[in-house]
C-alpha cells in the first residue's frame, strides 16, 4: 500500500508536498489534478476568510493508498465531512472508525495536534470536504464542548481539554449543501465563492445545532398538540363519570394506544389516568370544603367511587392528608 | 414622507451618517431606527476583501425617500431586494420598480446616485451586497478571468455599470433561508458571509452562461412571464396548470411563451415549479408538523414515491434521510 504524509496550513503551501507524493504538481495554488496511476479526480484547497481554509477531494482511487496526516504547527482544528456512497476508514490515535455514506457516522472533528491517516475504498468515488479553522476563533466552542461532552448522545471520545476529537452525524441542511457540491466542477468560474460559501454555512450549521443541542426536546406537531388538549378538555367535562379508557381517548385523537400515551406524557408530564385522577381529587377537595354534604360517602359518590378505602388513599396520596381533615360537615 | 439623503461604501464609514439620518444609533453590527419610522433588523457586516454586506428585514411606518450620493466611487453594489409592496429606484431620470415581482438584483456603480422610494406598510427583506472595483480586477485576475476590457469595465471616468435584473431562483432560495436565521452572534455571521459568497458564484454562473439581459426584454412580455412565475408560485401546492393554460395567461403563443420563460428564467415552466415545490416540500418537513405522505398529498404528487424519487433527485437525499438528521 502506498502511503503519503502531508501536513496542513491555513495557507496553500502545504499541498505541493502532497503533490510531490504524487507525481503531479499544484495549479494556481488550488487545484491537484491526480495522476492516473493514483486514481481519478482532484482536489481543491482555497482560503476562505483568515483563520478558515477549505480542502475538497473527490477521487476514485486505482490504487490502495493511505493519506497520513502529521503533526503540524498550526492550531487547527479539522471538519471532515465525509460524503462517499461506501464506507472510508479514519485512523485516529490507532483506533479505526468508519466514516462515509448517510447512515454511518460522516462527521469527525479532529484536532491538528492528533495525527491521523484515512483510507479511500479503491474503485469507488470519494467525496470529502475538510474545513481547517483556526483554533483561536473557536476558543468558545471547546469551552462548551467540554463542560457538555457527557450530554453529547453522538459517540465521540475527549481526550485532555486541548486535544480531541468527535465523531457524529452531518446534519440534513449541510448534507444538502455537500450534495449540491458535488455537482459543481470545480474548473467553473463560480466555484471559488460556491465552495467559499458551502464552507461557511457548513460551519454555520454545525455551530447553530451544536448550541440547540440542550433545547432539542422533539416537540409535538401542532395537530398533536391540538388533539391533546381535546383530549384533556374531554376529560375535564366529564370529570364526574368514571375514566373513559386510553383506547376511547386514543380514537378520540386519532392515534394508536401507545402513540397517544407517549404525547400525552410529553404534553403534560403524566399518565392519563394519572391527571384524571388528580383533577378528580382537586374537585374532591372543594366539594369536601364546601360543606353541602352529610358524609365522605356522599362526596364519594358524587366523584363517581365505589370504595371509600380507595378514594381516601389516592387522596391522601395526593394532598397527605386525609379527607376528613378537610372535610366540613353540613350544618342543619 | 421622510426624506434621508445617504451614501454607501465598501467600508464601514457609512455606517454612522446613515444611523444618524434616521435619528437612529449603532449598537454593535445592527442599526438601530426608530420604530416610528419602521420596524426590524439592520445589520451589516464586514466580509473581509473589500466586501460589506447589509442586511434589512423591515416594515416600513413611513413613505421613505432615500438619496444615496456616495463620496468615494471606488465600489459597485449588489441589491437583493425581496420588497413585498412597493419600491423604486430611479437612476438618470428612469424609473425601475425593484420589489420583489419586479427587477429584484439590481447592480448599480457607486458613482450614481440614484433615488430609492419605498411605501408605509411594505415589507423589505434586502442584501446588500458592496464590493470594490479592486476587489473584483484582483478576483478576475486570481482567477483568469478573461474580461479583455476589465480596466475599461472598472474605470469610472469611461464605463458605469448598471443593471436591473432578476435573480436566479436559486439566489432566491439561498436568501430565503438566511431570512430564517437569528440575526446576530458568530452563527449568524458565519452563515451572512456565506450567502454573500453563494450569490457571487451564482452571479458568476450567471454571467458565463450568458443568459440574455433581461433588460433588453420588452415590458409587456417580462411583466407577463413574470405574473406566471408568481402565478405557479402561489399555486405551488396545486398540480401543475399546463403550459397552454399559462400561455393564456401571458397573452402569448405557446412556443413563444416556452422559449420566453426559459430565456429569462433558465428554465423551462415545468421545472421551474417542480423545483419550488421540492423546495416548499422541504420547508415543511423541517417545520417538523407533517410526515412525509401528508406532505406528498399536500403537494399533488400522484403518489409518495415518485414525491421521494423526485426529492432525491433534486437533494440528492431521500425525503426520509432528510427527516431523521434535521
Known sequence: ?332 | MKTIEHFYSADLSWVENFAKQYNGKVEGNFIIVPEDIQSGTRYFLDCGEGIVAYYINVEYKKNLHLIQKNSSNDFVGFYYNLTDGEATVSVHNSLYNVSRWQYNLSVIDGTLESDYNVTKGSKTFALCIFIKKSSIREYALNNRLKFPNIDEILNPEKNTMIRFDRMSNESFHILDDLRKKKVGGPVFDLNLVGTVHMLIANYLKKLASKRIIIQTVNQPDLTSIISTQMYLIEHIEDHFPSIKLLAEKANMSESKFKTLFNKITGNTPNMFFMENKLLRAKELLESKQFSISQISDRLNFTNNSYFASKFKEHFGVSPKTFVQDL
Open chain 1, 1 to 332: 500500500m502506498k502511503k503519503i504524509f502531508h501536513y496542513y496550513s491555513l495557507t496553500p503551501e502545504w499541498q505541493h508536498k502532497l503533490a510531490d507524493q504524487t507525481e503531479t504538481k499544484v495549479i494556481d495554488n488550488k487545484i491537484i489534478i491526480f495522476p492516473e496511476k493514483i486514481g481519478k479526480g482532484q482536489s481543491y484547497f482555497t482560503q476562505v476568510t483568515p483563520g478558515i481554509s477549505v480542502f475538497f477531494i473527490d477521487l476514485s482511487l486505482n490504487t490502495p493508498l493511505k493519506i497520513c496526516r502529521e503533526v503540524s504547527e498550526n492550531d487547527l482544528y479539522i471538519f471532515h465531512f465525509d460524503l462517499s456512497e461506501h464506507v472510508n476508514l479514519i485512523k485516529i490515535n490507532n483506533e479505526d472508525y468508519e466514516i462515509g455514506s448517510y447512515d454511518k457516522l460522516d462527521l469527525a472533528i479532529i484536532d491538528n495536534q492528533i495525527e491521523s491517516s484515512y483510507k479511500p475504498a479503491v474503485h469507488e468515488r470519494t467525496f470529502a470536504v475538510r474545513i481547517l479553522v483556526d483554533k483561536s476563533l473557536l476558543s468558545n466552542f471547546i469551552a462548551k464542548y467540554s463542560s457538555k461532552e457527557t450530554k453529547h448522545q453522538t459517540k465521540d471520545k475527549t481526550q485532555k481539554k486541548d486535544e480531541f476529537y468527535h465523531y457524529g452525524n452531518i446534519d440534513s441542511n449541510s448534507t444538502l449543501l455537500l450534495q449540491s457540491l458535488k455537482t459543481k466542477s470545480i474548473h467553473d468560474l463560480s466555484f471559488d465563492s460556491f465552495i467559499k460559501g458551502t464552507a461557511l454555512k457548513l460551519l454555520g450549521n454545525f455551530f447553530s445545532r451544536f448550541y440547540d443541542l440542550e433545547n432539542n426536546t422533539n416537540p409535538l406537531t401542532q395537530a398533536e398538540n391540538e388533539a391533546m388538549n381535546k383530549t384533556k378538555d374531554f376529560l375535564l367535562e366529564n370529570i364526574y363519570g368514571p375514566f373513559p379508557s386510553v383506547v376511547f381517548l386514543a380514537t378520540m385523537a386519532g392515534m394508536s394506544e401507545s402513540k397517544y400515551k407517549i404525547a400525552f406524557k410529553k404534553c403534560f408530564n403524566t399518565t392519563p389516568n394519572n391527571f384524571f385522577i388528580k383533577e378528580k381529587m382537586t374537585i374532591g377537595k372543594e366539594l369536601l370544603k364546601s360543606g353541602e354534604f352529610h358524609t365522605l360517602t356522599e362526596v364519594m359518590y358524587e366523584l363517581n367511587y365505589s370504595k371509600l378505602s380507595y378514594f381516601t388513599s389516592k387522596y391522601y396520596e395526593l394532598f397527605n392528608r386525609k379527607p376528613i381533615d378537610d372535610f366540613v360537615k353540613k350544618g342543619h
